[in-house]
């Protein structure tokens, strides 16, 4: 059973451009929580989904982020117009219930805008 | 608010020695309490974990115990190895409830262990 696939594990972006981050869960988990990591702290929690559904976007800055997570295909976060401030570690974790259950992340996708 | 304080880095220890690493959280209830660690170019992976007070979680030599009356979710091991050398995430589940999922990250403490 592989574990939480991330891609692209490194992307550069120019300033305006759009990003595009994949995360595929485990095989058989339907959650999925969406973290970012900036340059000298901690990861903060952004979006949790469950197929098909957004449960909690509390984390989500207001502009230009978004997330989906299909019924068929791998979680997407995907920023537009993206600023240097969005430079990066974006993790992804999955689990296959809501609650009581340890949560898997992937390696990560490094994101850099020049 | 709520919050999560984990103690800075770099740690950096001989093999052998005794570690600690100092985590204190507020938060209104009684969340579940987690440690994670990162290997080298590797995802996060869950190391140990307490739901209440008392509770100790444990592997690996590592433990942690839940201290309702400090707050606190202290990692300890007696003897470190080289093979431990990694970052350390104090996770506690601040939002409440029995999630896993939604957790408040510590800064990390990269720990280095020379032979």
Same mark, same amino acid.
């Given at each position: 059973?592989?574990?939480v696939?991330?891609?692209?594990?490194?992307?550069?972006?120019?300033?305006?451009?759009?990003?595009?981050?994949?995360c595929s869960p485990m095989?058989g988990h339907s959650h999925v929580y969406w973290?970012?990591?900036?340059?000298?702290?901690?990861?903060?929690f952004m979006v949790y989904l469950q197929k098909e559904n957004i449960i909690d976007e509390s %984390?989500m800055?207001?502009?230009? $982020?978004?997330a989906e997570f299909p019924k068929e295909g791998p979680s997407i976060l995907?920023?537009? =117009?993206?600023?240097? %401030?969005?430079?990066?570690?974006? $993790?992804c974790a999955s689990s296959v219930q809501a609650t009581n259950t340890?949560a898997?992340?992937? =390696?990560?996708?490094?994101?850099?805008?020049? | 608010?709520?919050?999560?304080?984990?103690?800075?880095?770099?740690?950096?220890?001989?093999?052998?020695?005794?570690?600690?690493?100092?985590?204190?959280?507020?938060?209104?209830?009684?969340?579940?309490?987690?440690?994670?660690?990162?290997?080298?170019?590797?995802?996060?992976?869950?190391?140990?974990?307490?739901?209440?007070?008392?509770?100790?979680?444990?592997?690996?030599?590592?433990?942690?115990?839940?201290?309702?009356?400090?707050?606190?979710?202290?990692?300890?091991?007696?003897?470190?190895?080289?093979?431990?050398?990694?970052?350390?995430?104090?996770?506690?589940?601040?939002?409440?409830g029995t999630s896993y999922g939604k957790?408040?990250?510590?800064?990390?403490?990269?720990?280095?262990?020379?032979?």
């Amino acid at each position: 059973n592989a574990g939480v696939m991330q891609n692209p594990r490194h992307l550069v972006r120019r300033r305006g451009q759009e990003a595009r981050l994949r995360c595929s869960p485990m095989k058989g988990h339907s959650h999925v929580y969406w973290y970012r990591q900036l340059p000298e702290e901690g990861l903060k929690f952004m979006v949790y989904l469950q197929k098909e559904n957004i449960i909690d976007e509390s %984390g989500m800055p207001k502009e230009r $982020f978004s997330a989906e997570f299909p019924k068929e295909g791998p979680s997407i976060l995907r920023i537009q =117009q993206v600023v240097r %401030g969005d430079s990066a570690a974006y $993790f992804c974790a999955s689990s296959v219930q809501a609650t009581n259950t340890e949560a898997f992340f992937g =390696q990560g996708t490094r994101l850099t805008v020049v | 608010g709520d919050s999560v304080t984990q103690m800075e880095g770099p740690v950096t220890l001989s093999e052998e020695a005794f570690l600690t690493i100092n985590c204190t959280y507020t938060a209104t209830g009684y969340p579940s309490l987690f440690w994670y660690v990162q290997y080298p170019g590797e995802g996060l992976q869950l190391l140990l974990k307490a739901t209440k007070a008392d509770d100790k979680g444990s592997n690996k030599g590592f433990e942690a115990t839940y201290r309702k009356e400090t707050t606190s979710f202290h990692l300890e091991k007696g003897s470190v190895q080289v093979s431990d050398s990694a970052v350390y995430f104090c996770a506690p589940n601040l939002a409440g409830g029995t999630s896993y999922g939604k957790l408040t990250f510590g800064q990390g403490t990269i720990l280095t262990v020379h032979p």
